[in-house]
């Protein structure tokens, strides 16, 4: 559930990042050229930048160089072509968190991509305080949940899980992306953990307020 800016000319490798990044859950924006990836990188409005190096009107590394220089901590993946690797390696002490060469399958970056989110704690990362839908109201700050008039008391976990449900409300969310936000990749894939908390907020929001869709995940009703 993190704001991504990928930063890379190529169509083709931006689309398939993009495309990769969004069925995992996140909100992405692409950008083809440097000096609009740095401006956009500057914005804060990124929980992580995913960064070519060749870039028409300012190359990655003096994207990342400036990044740096003007204060901002967002962790940055550096794409590299595997013959550059040693470049690369130099970039790293310029201040990128990782890199990873290209051609380079999806999965590999995705990897590096969530770590890099764990560690930079950012998600769940909606700015709102206060998230409604469905006749549920969250306060994020208070971390108190109401039906309607009615407050009802929901655990840690249960109030993780119900905003990642409400940030995506109208989205189905995979068993596995819903681990992977709430109790961290590192939790068994074969558990039923998640089905046993959606039950509990069934419960307590209310029977209608999350769907199953069979065969791929959970949809919270707006
Ligand atoms: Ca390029």
Redesign the pocket.
């Known amino acids: 559930m993190a704001r991504i800016l990928i930063v890379?000319?190529?169509h083709r490798i931006a689309s398939f990042v993009a495309k990769g990044l969004r069925a995992d859950g996140h909100l992405t924006t692409t950008v083809g050229d440097g000096r609009e990836g740095l401006d956009h990188a500057l914005s804060g409005d990124h929980d992580l930048v995913v960064l070519?190096?060749?870039?028409p009107s300012m190359d990655g590394l003096a994207v990342l160089d400036q990044l740096r220089a003007q204060g901002s901590r967002v962790p940055v993946i550096v794409l590299t072509a595997r013959d550059s690797v040693g470049d690369t390696v130099s970039a790293l002490e310029g201040g990128a968190d990782d890199y990873v060469p290209k051609p380079f399958r999806f999965a590999e970056l995705l990897a590096r991509v969530r770590l890099r989110l764990r560690q930079g704690q950012a998600v769940p990362v909606d700015r709102r305080d206060v998230l409604e839908s469905g006749g549920v109201r969250l306060d994020l700050r208070t971390r108190r949940a109401r039906v309607g008039e009615r407050e009802v008391d929901l655990s840690a976990r249960e109030f993780a899980l119900a905003e990642v449900f409400m940030v995506n409300a109208g989205q189905v969310l995979s068993r596995e992306q819903l681990l992977d936000h709430v109790w961290g990749l590192d939790f068994d894939p074969g558990s039923n953990v998640v089905d046993v908390y959606v039950g509990y907020l069934r419960r307590k929001l209310g029977a209608g307020s999350i769907a199953t869709a069979r065969g791929m995940g959970y949809r919270f009703n707006r």
Do not use: Q, T, V
């Open positions: 890379e000319d190529e070519d190096i060749g870039l």
